[in-house]
């Protein structure tokens, strides 16, 4: 009889997110505790921090120092690993505080030990050398820094970490990001006196050089703004004049903010269109007007006061269009509760449609998976904390919208719902994920609120050929917190997908069918096609 050559034998692979194999502590509920390496704990950590923010189990001074001590950490040993994975979390995962805050340490790590990134001469078959120079502290700076008040963010976080004296490299990089961020509309966006550094405070800190005339006739401006000098305004900076032609006409008449064209043109953001305009205006044309030209963030967030204010429905039939629009949506960089957010905050059902599309596309990383496939949702009370002090979703509402949308997508899906016991949560096929998301979000609290996660996989396995397990991986202690590597037969794959990213893990990962992942965003996803072809799983950057 064969021993090895059988239908069910699986090629032997590996995924980057690692473990001890027998554990050395316990989790925040007392159960095994598995510690992960420095890359692999940094990655589930940053792929779900949301900076200055408090966990159910951890407060958010220890979660930020932690954070800070890994980046440092982990840079000076592996630095190309650090600089792909810091670019990666800003462009990949989204992550917009958490990369701005790893690369600031990074880079405060990498100054501080300067024979770290120091010049590699490289001699190839001693025909010629070739001079190797790996991403230095200011690449690492300019690669995070993608939206136009981002170089004021970092900059802020540098004095209150570091004190005002930024190293060279630090300006440069800096600079080289206000070159390429800093426009006419940005100004007009994100210029304002609620920062407690201006486009003109960085400039003047980083000694930014303009790349051309324009940019020259811009970056006096903001010197001129900042210090209220009285100047005649340079004839390049079209669409700051429009801005203040518009002002200047609203005075007299606000009816001409109704003007889409002019608005525009203008640069006005929906924040300064219903600012000046106050009650005197009629709100729903005012949208109407704006809709054309809002962002695609400020377009989600705003549905339910358009709403309110009665835009018509051809003009949200417009909108709508544009929010369902594959291109738009990958280039909104929106985490796909974002999506959820605005379809729990919108009272009117004619976005509903758009915010699934929307969200199908947000999701596009999540497979297909054939066979039968266990997906386990924690519940326990531990779940139930926001993602940060202006979300209004939770973890367990995270965790529920990638349980559902692999529950649509997989070929033959068992969601079950899991705390201090189970229940199973059966789906209509063709039906809405994100109706589905809040159906499952009701039941919370139906089964207990402990986190038994060993004990929730052996109740609910019937032979499923993998298990996805979307967690905070925080298991419990005693009878009911048994084993969780042991919960299924050794030959099953089980999927950690861990989304607030503690310290200890609660099975062993990254070989031996049991793999991790985590985050917000879908694009970790992808790892488990790979891992399921019998293919090494590496980072997803």
């Not at 440092?72 to 600089?83: I, K």
């Not at 809002?294 to 949200?316: P, Q």
């Not at 969601?415 to 209509?428: K, W």
Request: include cysteine; glycine fraction near 8%.
């Amino acid at each position: 009889m064969a021993k090895f050559n059988k239908p069910t034998t699986r090629a032997a692979v590996t995924s980057p997110v690692r473990t001890e194999t027998t554990p050395s502590t316990t989790t925040f509920e007392g159960g095994p505790g598995f510690a992960r390496d420095a890359k692999s704990e940094l990655f589930l950590l940053a792929v779900s921090n949301m900076v200055g923010e408090a966990t159910f189990y951890e407060p958010a001074g220890d979660r930020d120092s932690r954070f800070a001590e890994l980046i440092r950490d982990v840079v000076l040993v592996d630095r190309e690993w650090t600089v792909r994975f810091l670019a990666w979390l800003r462009n990949g995962a989204n992550m917009r505080s958490a990369s701005l805050v790893g690369a600031a340490e990074a880079v405060k790590a990498l100054i501080a030990n300067p024979a770290a990134y120091q010049e590699v001469r490289l001699n190839l078959d001693d025909e010629f050398s070739a001079t190797v120079v790996p991403s230095t502290p200011r690449q690492i700076v300019a690669s995070v820094l993608q939206r136009a008040d981002e170089p004021g963010e970092f900059l802020a976080y540098w004095h209150s970490r570091f004190g005002r004296n930024e190293p060279k490299a630090v300006k440069r990089g800096i600079a080289d990001a206000t070159r390429r961020l800093y426009t006419e509309y940005a100004a007009l966006k994100y210029d304002t006196a609620s920062k407690g550094l201006r486009f003109a405070d960085v400039l003047n800190r980083v000694h930014a050089v303009p790349g051309d005339t324009r940019q020259d006739d811009l970056f006096a401006f903001l010197q001129n703004r900042r210090f209220d000098n009285d100047v005649p305004l340079p004839q390049s900076l079209e669409m700051i004049a429009a801005n203040r032609q518009l002002r200047a006409d609203a005075a007299d008449n606000l009816r001409v903010l109704l003007d889409a064209d002019r608005l525009k043109a203008a640069g006005f953001t929906w924040e300064d269109a219903l600012s000046l305009a106050g009650d005197s205006v009629d709100k729903a044309r005012l949208w109407e007007a704006l809709m054309p030209s809002m962002g695609y963030m400020a377009a989600i967030r705003n549905l339910r006061a358009m709403d309110e204010a009665g835009v018509s429905d051809a003009a949200a039939a417009t909108l709508a269009a544009r929010i369902a629009d594959p291109d738009q949506v990958r280039r909104s960089r929106q985490l796909p509760f974002r999506f959820l957010s605005a379809y729990l905050a919108a009272p009117s059902l004619r976005w509903g449609h758009a915010l699934e599309r929307a969200l199908d596309t947000a999701c596009e990383n999540i497979p297909a998976l054939p066979g039968r496939t266990l997906v386990l949702v924690d519940t326990s009370a531990s779940m139930g904390a926001k993602l940060s002090a202006r979300s209004q979703v939770s973890a367990v509402q995270a965790a529920a919208l990638f349980g559902v949308a692999l529950a649509y997508r997989g070929a033959n899906v068992d969601l079950v719902g899991f705390a201090s016991g189970t229940f199973r949560h059966d789906i209509p096929k063709g039906g809405s994920v994100l109706q589905e998301v809040q159906r499952f979000c009701k039941r919370v609290g139906e089964v207990g609120h402990g986190t038994e996660i060993g004990e929730s996989m052996r109740r609910s396995f019937k032979g499923h050929d993998r298990v996805v397990l979307l967690s905070d991986m925080q298991t419990m202690s005693g009878y009911y917190g048994r084993d969780v590597n042991s919960a299924v037969p050794a030959n099953i794959p089980v999927y950690g997908w861990n989304l607030v990213g503690y310290a200890n893990a609660a099975m062993p990962t990254g070989s031996g069918n049991r793999h991790e992942f985590g985050g917000f965003s879908d694009a970790a996803f992808r790892l488990i096609g790979l891992l399921e072809s019998g293919r090494n799983a590496t980072w997803p950057f």
